[in-house]
């Protein structure tokens, strides 16, 4: 392209020194691109002169072609240039029910204050579908827990929730307590389903201590768990990551300890991908409000 522009300067100026002047280079370094351009085409494409610089034959057919070939570049590059400039402003987030309902739209509403021009899309939906989409492109983060380790992503770990134990209660909770895992022995447990990681950790530490129940009332998301325990039916174990939807209901709140079981919550993104300037942003904004999660 260099050599092409130093081309076309001087067959439109008709002379080496206003081709260089205009080219804002010297004119040994523009007579250097010219001469490039010959010695690879094989022809001669000016008739230079004392007194000037002249197309010859196949320079002026080289122009004509240059011209469109020139043209197309600049206009194909200010199309790329466009599409990652709308790339760079927009923010895609694929996230699991509860951090979509609970968490996420008070950390976007702020973050919009900050950055009104980028366009934020939300996407809630199961924890295999957040990794799912991240994979495919379809959305630029995925925000959860337990993020399987794979080849194509990166997951970064953000921060770490103990659980907690949940239990109806005649009020919304004002505090946190603290509860051991004995004083579930008793308890009428309202759980995932098994196959949810979340579950799994739990049923797996249960076990270990010997705590087994046969009578459990398993249910898809963790809304439903705290709607159910606030309803009467049981207790409920999980991270205190649902602290905040806990809030909005008559339920109480126990740190479980003895030991303290704590659940890894993630960010994966697809390796390869630039982080864009509003993922930059975002992340900054979401650490900052994570710590209040637990509270």
Not at 192 to 209: F, G, T, Y
Not at 263 to 288: D, N, P, Q
């Amino acid at each position: 392209m260099r050599q092409l522009r130093a081309f076309l300067q001087v067959a439109r100026s008709g002379s080496f020194t206003r081709a260089a002047e205009r080219a804002h280079m010297t004119q040994a370094g523009l007579s250097i691109l010219v001469r490039e351009v010959e010695r690879q085409l094989g022809a001669r494409l000016f008739d230079r002169t004392t007194r000037a610089v002249q197309l010859t034959e196949a320079g002026k057919r080289l122009a004509v072609v240059a011209e469109s070939v020139l043209r197309q570049l600049d206009d194909a590059t200010a199309e790329v240039d466009a599409i990652g400039q709308r790339t760079r402003q927009q923010l895609r987030i694929a996230a699991t029910p509860l951090v979509s309902s609970h968490l996420l739209p008070q950390v976007l509403a702020r973050f919009r204050e900050s950055h009104g021009d980028v366009q934020v899309q939300l996407v809630d939906t199961h924890l295999e579908n957040v990794q799912a989409l991240v994979e495919s492109g379809a959305v630029d983060l995925g925000l959860g827990f337990f993020f399987k380790v794979a080849s194509g992503l990166v997951r970064r770990q953000l921060a770490e929730f103990p659980l907690m134990r949940v239990s109806p209660s005649d009020a919304a909770p004002e505090g946190i307590g603290r509860a051991s895992w004995a004083s579930l022995r008793a308890a009428q447990l309202i759980t995932l389903s098994a196959e949810n990681p979340i579950q799994r950790v739990i049923d797996a530490h249960l076990d270990k201590l010997g705590i087994v129940h046969d009578d459990v009332r398993p249910v898809s998301f963790l809304a439903t768990q705290i709607s159910m325990v606030e309803a009467g039916f049981g207790s409920a174990v999980m991270p205190t990551f649902a602290i905040a939807a806990c809030r909005h209901h008559r339920v109480r709140l126990d740190v479980l300890g003895s030991p303290q079981v704590k659940l890894g919550f993630y960010r994966v993104s697809r390796r390869g991908v630039a982080e864009t300037e509003a993922m930059k942003a975002f992340g900054e904004a979401f650490a900052r409000h994570l710590p209040s999660m637990s509270r």
